[in-house]
């Protein structure tokens, strides 16, 4: 099985209180069916460049670049046309109901759906109108 880490889950790996049961999961899956959006990346930069300290920030700045693209090169999930084509139904079908979310999280969780990957996510709630399987790592 393959796995689709959300921005909550990779922020753990540079909190400064990280929750280990979090680093212990991602730890035991088989690091070759990890993957991450592309939007994740945007995520995890813009959080970085909030950043108020100039050390810490170029600190993870230098994290983002030298390790995590690093580690996910080739395993990173690009958005392609399929993704966006049942990302327009998806989220037709949210609004209609009354039920919308961000444009960020409905791009992660289309792409877990077209490319048949499992969510790993603290925000399962944010979540429960896709057809995707969700693990919470945190509880």
Excluded: C
């Excluded at 922020?11 to 994740?40: A, C, G, H, M, R």
């Excluded at 999930?77 to 084509?85: G, P, S």
């Excluded at 109901?97 to 944010?126: Q, W």
Aim: hydrophobic share 40%; glycine share 4%.
């Amino acid at each position: 099985m393959r796995y689709l880490l959300d921005t909550n889950i990779i922020s753990e790996f540079i909190s400064k209180k990280p929750n280990q049961k979090v680093l212990d999961f991602v730890k035991s899956l088989d690091e070759d069916n990890i993957y991450l959006s592309v939007i994740t990346i945007g995520e995890i930069k813009f959080g970085i460049l909030k950043v108020k300290s100039q050390t810490r920030k170029e600190q993870l700045l230098l994290w983002l670049e030298d390790d995590l693209l690093q580690r996910f090169k080739g395993k990173i999930v690009d958005i392609d046309i399929e993704t966006m084509l049942k990302w327009g139904e998806v989220n037709q079908h949210l609004q209609s109901i009354g039920r919308p979310i961000s444009i960020m999280d409905s791009l992660i969780a289309t792409s877990a759906s077209t490319k048949n990957m499992i969510l790993i996510t603290r925000n399962v709630k944010d979540f429960y109108n896709f057809d995707i399987e969700i693990i919470n790592p945190f509880i």
